[in-house]
């Protein structure tokens, strides 16, 4: 059954660390990953997709296909990054449209 | 461009009755899909709407359904309403599926 890891519920760190959210899958195709992110009181909005290969507000993702993984990273937290993070998975003729991750919230200290 | 518009925001319902909740997606997206979000279970897929026909369906009771119109805004209903169904009600739009999926902020719904 297609899965979604994401091993950490909270990741604490200081402004300027380095930060690595974990996300791991079970999908035996090829699927599209997503990162998506909710700050306080907002609504969820879509961070990153592995597709585009693109640089959001400093994250990054790659799809590693030998470990299943899409891990976000960023080289140095901003407190602004408190949010919380959801990895999700989409894939062709799956009848769960998007399987999210549990989420992991980051905490960035000043 | 407008974004994902979900109302009501709020709903208070008890036990056994009925609700209908509203999603009108961004301009130009054919695909509505449904979320449940809960503190134990998280984000779980309901179903999806694509040009007016239901093209996925998670995994949840008969109750809950839903149907989409020909300008592409969507309702979901929750029939015989448990304790249980008290959660946050997420609609999301896309234009296709490479290009991710934006959401609305939601519709709480509390079920006493």
């Known amino acids: 059954a297609q899965r979604v890891t994401q091993p950490e519920k909270l990741l604490s760190v200081f402004k300027g660390a380095p930060v690595e959210l974990k996300c791991n899958y079970s999908?035996?195709?090829?699927?599209?990953l997503f990162w998506y992110v909710q700050y306080s009181r907002q609504r969820l909005q879509l961070l990153l997709r592995?597709?585009s290969r693109e640089s959001i507000k400093g994250f990054t993702a790659d799809l590693n296909k030998g470990e299943t993984s899409f891990h976000l990273k960023k080289p140095f937290a901003q407190e602004e990054d408190s949010a919380m993070y959801y990895c999700?998975?989409?894939?062709?003729?799956?009848?769960?449209?998007?399987?999210f991750g549990t989420g992991t919230r980051l905490q960035v200290f000043p | 461009k407008a974004g994902v518009t979900q109302t009501p925001r709020y709903l208070i319902k008890t036990r056994g009755q009925q609700v209908t909740l509203s999603c009108s997606p961004i301009?130009?997206?054919?695909?509505v899909s449904w979320y449940q979000q809960t503190p134990g279970q998280g984000l779980q897929f309901l179903f999806e709407?694509?040009?007016?026909?239901?093209?996925n369906k998670g995994n949840f009771p008969g109750r809950f359904s839903g149907r989409q119109f020909s300008n592409s805004r969507s309702e979901m209903n929750v029939s015989t309403l448990e304790l249980g169904d008290s959660a946050l009600y997420l609609c999301?739009?896309?234009?296709?599926?490479?290009?991710?999926?934006?959401f609305g902020s939601g519709t709480r719904l509390t079920v006493v």
């Open positions: 999700a998975l989409s894939a062709p003729y799956n009848t769960d449209k998007l399987i």
């Open positions: 999908y035996s195709g090829s699927p599209e």
């Open positions: 999301a739009s896309s234009l296709d599926d490479s290009n991710g999926y934006t």
């Open positions: 301009s130009g997206h054919r695909s």
């Open positions: 709407y694509f040009s007016e026909t239901q093209r």
């Open positions: 592995h597709i």
